[in-house]
């Protein structure tokens, strides 16, 4: 949906990232004003663990939209990711966790202020020189008219991460935690929780498959962990964290080495329920 420069601020005599907004999307109704409206609620947003946006602004004859951030001179989870994969290495839990949690306070600041993100992945997940945790692109995917895309057949988010909600309706906060809690599987086993050949398959999966417990593929994972991780993927947004606060006073338990109340395979898999509350349809996989 963007892409982003370094550049040099005079003003503030800094670098700075902008992100440009495809000129696609200034096509879709409204999108000005979605836009200059999600933009003025990230760009209020004060928290260690956010992306620090400075400006934001649109040059209405290039339908050009630009958000103007803080330039974090480090890399993403993701590259991360790749470069540990290439040497057989795998991320040691404290650092696992301390990545969570930091997301995960994150989210609970913007969720407390009406923000969902709902592109929680790697890519979206920085680090500083120092190895501060910075969650980015909040906002970018409410500025795109969800409507609009569902009719051309197309997504808002990452199938790998999404929420099995997200499949079929719009996702609140407890999508966020999922997402979350897909990364936090990714970084403590090494793998995805589910894989297919096509995108579809995999928003497929997150519906209907059985999830494989982090400790079948890592016997020697705390027992406290696993049990954040099932509560946070579990089928129905209900059954999940209601919060990201909780999410996180979960992960600080495991942290300092207390138990967390394990949930039931049987209730992680309870189907996801339509808003009127009814099951949604079981999909074939």
Request: proline share 8%.
């Amino acid at each position: 949906m963007a892409e982003v420069y370094k550049a040099y601020h005079s003003g503030l005599d800094t670098y700075v990232a902008i992100k440009m907004l495809h000129p696609f999307l200034a096509g879709e109704e409204d999108f000005l004003a979605r836009f200059q409206r999600e933009a003025r609620v990230v760009a209020t947003f004060r928290h260690p663990n956010i992306v620090h946006v400075y400006d934001f602004d649109c040059d209405t004859e290039g339908h050009c939209y630009y958000m103007v951030m803080e330039f974090i001179d480090g890399p993403t989870l993701k590259t991360r990711l790749q470069e540990m994969a290439q040497q057989d290495e795998r991320m040691p839990l404290n650092e696992a966790i301390r990545i969570a949690l930091g997301v995960a306070h994150a989210l609970d600041y913007a969720h407390q202020h009406g923000m969902v993100h709902r592109d929680i992945k790697p890519a979206n997940i920085m680090f500083t020189q120092d190895g501060q945790v910075i969650l980015t692109d909040f906002g970018i995917a409410r500025m795109v008219n969800t409507a609009t895309l569902t009719a051309s057949g197309a997504m808002v988010g990452t199938p790998a991460y999404m929420a099995p909600e997200q499949g079929s309706q719009a996702g609140d906060e407890r999508s966020d935690l999922y997402s979350l809690g897909v990364v936090l599987y990714q970084l403590v086993t090494g793998t995805l929780p589910y894989e297919a050949d096509t995108p579809l398959g995999v928003i497929l999966k997150h519906m209907n498959a059985p999830l494989t417990p982090p400790t079948v593929l890592d016997p020697s994972l705390p027992p406290c962990v696993e049990a954040v991780i099932l509560r946070a993927l579990a089928k129905d947004p209900a059954n999940r964290y209601q919060t990201a606060g909780e999410f996180a006073a979960d992960l600080e338990r495991c942290a300092a080495g207390e138990p967390v109340e394990p949930m039931s395979p049987e209730l992680a898999m309870a189907p996801v329920k339509a808003q009127g509350g009814a099951e949604l349809p079981t999909l074939p996989s």
